[in-house]
């Protein structure tokens, strides 16, 4: 039986042993983070720049290393951007001693939900050295005409 009540879930406490006191552990949870599948892991390394020109809206997309193949650029539903890809997993061979492994493979998939002055059907994409450019041009607002009312009287 407790001598101090648990706040923190079922944990028990008991003030005459040290070892049993609850204990907030911050990094706890954290190794459910870790299970996930290895395949979601590149999908935050798909790094992107939005910026909106006077003419356009224009994403820049870091994807080293990948070529125009491996890369999708789809407008669905209307108005959403959607920019996907897979990067390989580099073949292993048994001989092979790995000393460091750092680059990310698998898939990424970004989604951006365009605003309602996108041209779609002009939406153009292009890849030199490693950034994919996608450049969605906006359609022009126009003013509204204002017309002068005379006054009588």
Do not use: Y
Request: glycine share 6%.
């Amino acid at each position: 039986m407790s001598l101090i009540p648990s706040f923190f879930g079922n944990r028990r406490s008991n003030i005459f042993d040290p070892f049993s006191l609850d204990i907030w552990d911050p990094f706890e949870g954290l190794n459910a983070i870790a299970n996930f599948p290895s395949e979601t892991t590149a999908i935050a390394n798909a790094r992107i720049d939005w910026k909106e020109t006077a003419g356009a809206h224009v994403f820049k997309v870091d994807v080293p290393g990948l070529n125009k193949e491996e890369v999708k650029v789809e407008v669905e539903d209307g108005a959403i951007l959607q920019i996907s890809g897979e990067r390989s997993k580099e073949e292993e061979e048994k001989n092979d001693r790995w000393h460091r492994v750092e680059r990310s493979s698998g898939k990424f998939l970004r989604r951006f939900r365009l605003p309602e002055n996108a041209k779609l059907d002009h939406v153009k994409a292009a890849m030199e050295n490693g950034v994919l450019t996608v450049t969605v041009p906006k359609e022009e607002v126009k003013k509204p005409e204002v017309k002068a009312i005379e006054i009588s009287g």
